[in-house]
């Protein structure tokens, strides 16, 4: 069975920051475009950021430019979201995907996304 695990959310104040990490098993994403989206109560799911395969190529959502970085660690199946500066604006639930494509030039379309996690509460507080 394959599965996207996330985890690392919490309750944090403003300006502070958090890691969030996204285990995949039952086969590997190693050949995949990952991505991280997030959803707020009472709002669309939107994207955050994305990463091709290799690492060559990120991107991120004009609203956490400059302030998250993904990353990725093919050995260990895994991507993490670190996440700085936070503002009370970040607070959603944080959803890891793992993409249909290697790379991809429209890495923020969720329907591209085949695989999702469960989600991981990240509440930011003033």
């Known amino acids: 069975q394959v599965q996207l695990v996330e985890s690392g959310g919490g309750l944090v104040q403003a300006g502070g920051s958090l890691r969030l990490s996204c285990v995949a098993s039952?086969?590997?994403?190693?050949?995949?475009?990952m991505g991280w989206f997030r959803q707020a109560p009472g709002k669309e799911r939107e994207f955050v950021a994305a990463?091709?395969?290799?690492?060559?190529?990120?991107y991120y959502a004009d609203s956490v430019k400059g302030r998250f970085t993904i990353s990725r660690d093919n050995a260990k199946n895994t991507v993490y979201l670190q996440m700085n500066s936070l503002k009370r604006e970040d607070t959603a639930v944080y959803y890891c995907?793992?993409?249909?494509?290697?790379?991809?030039?429209?890495?923020?379309?969720?329907?591209?996304?085949?695989?999702w996690g469960q989600g991981t509460q990240v509440t930011v507080s003033s």
């Open positions: 990463i091709s395969w290799n690492g060559g190529s990120t």
């Open positions: 995907a793992a993409n249909r494509f290697r790379m991809t030039t429209t890495p923020m379309d969720p329907t591209d996304y085949n695989y």
């Open positions: 039952g086969r590997t994403f190693s050949s995949n475009t």
